[in-house]
């Protein structure tokens, strides 16, 4: 645990230079900090319905406006950066999770476990994911918990590839058997150095993959199979707000706006993340 | 006039680690139809040289100085005046030749492109020019090789094939660097062999590069030896390497004399902090004072204080 | 064709065998997990009313919903072995039919998507990084990350409520002439281009450093024919093997894009019938296009093998 620490020095320090990362992690805190203080940001109650007021534009009042049954759509906004940030937490936690038992027994196990457990994922990347994803919720339910089913489901798999290619080649290494020749608990240092390598490339691979689920949460919840009404989420926003599009165009903008403002801000923070932690793909001066 | 001479040329690399001075301030001529070689171990800035020459650089690197091909500056000259220089006037030869094929199409189809750049030539004529190089550097069979691909050459062989590329044109001037240092020891030989035979038939001035000292001293007339980006001594091959005089080639010669005599303490040094005077003495068993303040000049073919007129006695 | 390839070859093809069998399974197993009784649904859903207490029964033994799990996948086996996929609950249609029926609506928009934006992101990324640090190259970088960040619903939405509406210019649904497939392919092709531009862009720096490429520039030729032949050509083979895995990932992707624009492919079709709890239709779909997946990836295995000579023919002749 300590040696992750001190690793990660030097790895902060990289990534200060580069300005889009610092640009995407402070776009992000701003975004994690309006989603746990949600409640005290939100003017308004996101389901507090308000006839008189559908379908305003954007005034003094309600800053973004309303939507068709009069809710505040800044209140549902902010709400809404709750629920994505969470949802994506949540899928990628039991992803990597996943990835992580299936990946680990796979590479311990070997043999015959290893085969039917890969032959799994390559089954499972038959699938494009989105489709996959679609049809599980389709069959157990349109919910949000489905949603989150759905998704770790199907993502588990890039986890699991990589922390079996590091099982495997710790496994080859000379020094585990040399650990073991001179009768070391072979299997603590093993998993410490297996830990360690696997750390990185996972940290940049959330990272990365955020974006894409994110995106997966408002795709599904758009085409009505993952937030459910009345529940304020982008996707849903954006599904609620497509047959106003003449009228009350903001009511499309904002949303979309905000998903794309989260992606990007990941995907600045996971590009640097990989250049830092991963020199090799970085260009070198020819001597 | 000397054929090619190098005066005084400084290449310097800005890098997020400091500025690489991988050449620092060198000075070399070759006469026309003779042969030099610059020896020293890796790193210690002779491929560079060597770039420098065909302007091969990356953009980022700062070169000054002067380098004089036939009378001509070649460092200041266009980029469309210096590509007709190569490959036809200068051409050279680069270590691991197997690298220098493009995986995905012939070797025969790099040769004709070799042949053609230069010339105006029909596509029969450059395949017959082709064929007609590779038979002259020794590739068994030219016309299957013709349509083979690289990773089908063996080492030897693909080495030839690199040969046969760079003298399309016969240029004037070789360049060869480290010819033989990814081969087998017998098939070194025949390269070595073929290399000396082409420079005496085509009258080709050679510049070998290499840290091969048994190579350099049966190809190479003339020798220059090289220590962190400059040159400490240099002469004709068959003096330098029977009688040295400077430290550092001292200790080279006898290192590869295999009688385990020649070990120098400490290592080469790092090309972003050189050391103060001359930029061996660290590792000199026989430094004085001096050598530590002041870089010496190259007087009677030599760069150290230990021969200098006005200083120190050996 | 080599010992070297044929080997290649029949291990993918073995692997895709396995695979396809695995993928049969879990579409099967698809079907297990739709709670509550489908029956019901569908009845319930067709009359509007509650189904009499006889008529579930009906429906499920016409279906074969009764049976025990074993039973049920020796059917699927079965219905597979002739083709058969099933009948759409909705439509009473063979569910094979509904899929090719919108099978060229699909094709076409993927297709077109793709060509564009290979069109547009191969030059482009040539050229961002040949002209590295250049306004062009800061300009398509940004480009392309703000391209992979987009979700394409939204940008089809932004698209229709511009085009569409605003300006009217174009038809914002339904298929029909070329200006029906504007919309939709500019959609897909944004975020394909940006992935596209990416990699030619890496794949291109990652060359330029090859030792073959000084030599090339050594033999004096110029830097057209250098990057044009030497370089470029190198990144032809990691290039169409991820053009042609982006297919297949497209193929399915325009599942939403078709929805926002009305294009009567198979994926407005799967969501609809995901909606309508039509399972046949779903789980039929998702194997149709998992194996066409499948299918894909095997060719591009193939393609590969055969672009790339030193797999090709085999070392030391």
């Known amino acids: 645990m300590r040696e992750v620490g001190e690793a990660m020095g030097p790895i902060v320090q990289a990534l200060k230079k580069n300005r889009l990362a610092v640009i995407g992690a402070g776009i992000l805190s701003v975004l994690v900090f309006i989603a746990v203080f949600a409640p005290y940001l939100a003017p308004r109650d996101p389901v507090e319905l308000n006839l008189a007021e559908r379908l305003s534009s954007p005034s003094w009042d309600h800053l973004m406006g309303t939507d068709a049954v009069g809710r505040d759509t800044l209140s549902r906004i902010i709400y809404g950066t709750r629920v994505s940030l969470m949802i994506a937490v949540v899928v990628t936690m039991i992803e990597v999770l996943l990835g992580m038992i299936v990946g680990m027994t796979a590479g311990y196990l070997g043999k015959a476990v290893d085969e039917i457990l890969m032959r799994i994922v390559d089954v499972l990347l038959a699938f494009p ?106 996707g849903n926003m954006l599904n609620e707000g497509k047959p106003f599009m003449e009228k009350a165009p903001h009511l499309m903008i904002f949303p979309g706006l905000m998903i794309m403002i989260t992606v990007l801000a990941f995907n600045f923070l996971g590009d640097g993340l990989r250049d830092v932690m991963d020199p090799r793909l970085k260009e070198k001066v020819e001597v | 006039m000397p054929f090619l ?61 002067r380098i004089r091909f036939k009378g001509e500056d070649l460092l200041g000259l266009g980029e469309s005046r210096m590509r007709r220089i190569r490959g036809r006037e200068i051409a050279m030869i680069f270590e691991q030749p197997a690298t220098c094929f493009n995986p995905v199409l012939t070797v025969g189809d790099q040769i004709v492109e070799a042949v053609r750049v230069h010339g105006e030539r029909s596509r029969k004529a450059a395949r017959e020019r082709a064929l007609e190089l590779m038979s002259m550097v020794g590739i068994a069979d030219p016309i299957k090789r013709y349509g083979q691909y690289p990773h089908e050459f063996s080492g ?19 360049i060869a660097d480290e010819p033989t240092t990814s081969l087998d020891v017998t098939v070194q030989a025949q390269i070595i062999e073929l290399l000396a035979d082409l420079k005496a038939r085509l009258r080709t001035t050679l510049l070998l590069i290499t840290h091969d000292l048994a190579v350099a001293s049966t190809l190479c007339a003339q020798a220059a030896v090289m220590y962190a980006g400059g040159i400490v001594e240099k002469g004709a091959t068959r003096r330098v390497f029977k009688s040295p ?47 530590r303040e002041a870089m010496p000049a190259i007087e009677d073919g030599v760069r150290c204080h230990l021969y200098q007129h006005s200083g120190v006695t050996a | 064709m080599t010992e070297d390839m044929v080997q290649f070859i029949a291990r993918r093809l073995a692997i895709s065998i396995v695979v396809m069998f695995g993928t049969v399974l879990l579409a099967f197993f698809l079907l297990s997990l739709a709670p509550g009784n489908a029956a019901e649904n569908i009845l319930r859903a067709e009359r509007l009313n509650d189904p009499r207490l006889g008529e579930v029964e009906i429906f499920m033994e016409k279906h074969g919903l009764n049976n025990t799990m074993l039973k049920q996948l020796g059917q699927w086996f079965y219905m597979l072995g002739h083709g058969n996929l099933g009948t ?22 993927a297709a077109a998507s793709m060509v564009i934006a290979c069109l547009i992101a191969i030059p482009i990324g040539v050229l961002s990084a040949v002209k590295r640090n250049s306004l062009l190259d800061h300009g398509s970088r940004i ?56 990699l030619q862009r890496t794949s291109i720096l990652e060359v330029l450093n090859a030792n073959y490429v000084r030599t090339a520039r050594a033999k004096g030729l110029s830097e057209r024919v250098v990057i044009g032949k030497h370089a470029f050509r190198n990144t032809l083979i990691p290039m169409v093997t991820v053009i042609g895995i982006q297919f297949a990932h497209l193929l399915a992707g325009v599942v939403i894009v078709e929805q926002i624009f009305a294009w009567p492919g198979i994926g407005h079709f799967l969501v609809d019938s995901i909606n309508a709890q039509d399972y046949p239709v779903v789980q039929g779909f998702v194997l149709m296009i998992a194996l066409f997946f499948v299918i894909c990836n095997l060719l591009v295995d193939v393609l590969y093998a055969y672009l790339d000579p030193r797999i090709r023919y085999e070392r030391g002749r």
């Open chain 2, 245 to 291: 005089r400077h430290p550092y080639t001292q200790a080279l010669l006898a290192a590869a004399s295999g009688d385990g005599s020649g070990v120098i303490r400490g290592s080469v040094p790092e090309l972003t902090r050189l050391p103060e005077g001359c930029r061996f003495h660290p590792r000199c068993p026989r430094a004085q004072d001096i050598c």
């Open chain 2, 5 to 65: 001479e190098i005066r005084d040329l400084h290449v310097t690399f800005p890098t997020p680690a400091g500025h690489v001075r991988a050449s620092d301030g060198v000075d070399l001529e070759i006469s026309e139809g003779d042969s030099l070689c610059l020896v020293g171990e890796s790193g210690c800035g002779k491929t560079i040289v060597a770039l420098a020459v065909m302007r091969l650089l990356p953009h980022s690197a700062i070169i000054t100085g």
């Open chain 3, 88 to 109: 759409s609950f909705r439509t009473n249609e063979p569910v094979t039919e509904e899929f090719w029926a919108r099978f060229p609506a699909t094709f076409e928009l």
């Open chain 1, 129 to 234: 994911g989105i489709i996959l994803a679609l049809a599980l919720v389709g069959m157990l339910g349109p919910s949000l918990t489905n949603l989150v089913i759905a998704l770790a489901a199907v993502g588990w798999v890039r986890y699991a590839r990589i922390v079996r290619g590091s099982i495997l080649s710790v496994k080859e290494e000379r020094f585990v058997e040399s650990a073991r020749a001179i009768g070391c608990g072979n299997l603590r240092i093993a998993t410490r150095h297996i830990l360690l390598n696997i750390v990185t490339p996972i940290i940049v691979l959330a990272t990365l993959s955020m974006g894409t689920t994110i995106i997966s949460i408002a795709a599904l919840s758009f085409l009505g199979l993952g937030a459910q009404p009345p529940m304020a989420e982008w």
């Open chain 2, 156 to 174: 030897g062989m693909i080495q030839r094939a690199m040969i046969a590329m760079a003298l399309a044109f016969e240029p004037a001037l070789l």
């Open chain 3, 143 to 198: 480009f392309a990350l703000w391209g992979v960040s987009m979700p394409n619903f939204w940008m089809g939405l932004l698209l229709i409520l511009i085009f569409g509406v605003k300006l009217g210019w174009l038809p914002t649904f339904g298929y029909g002439g070329m200006d029906h497939l504007v919309l939709p392919t500019v959609t897909l092709a944004i975020g394909m281009s940006a992935i596209l531009i990416r």
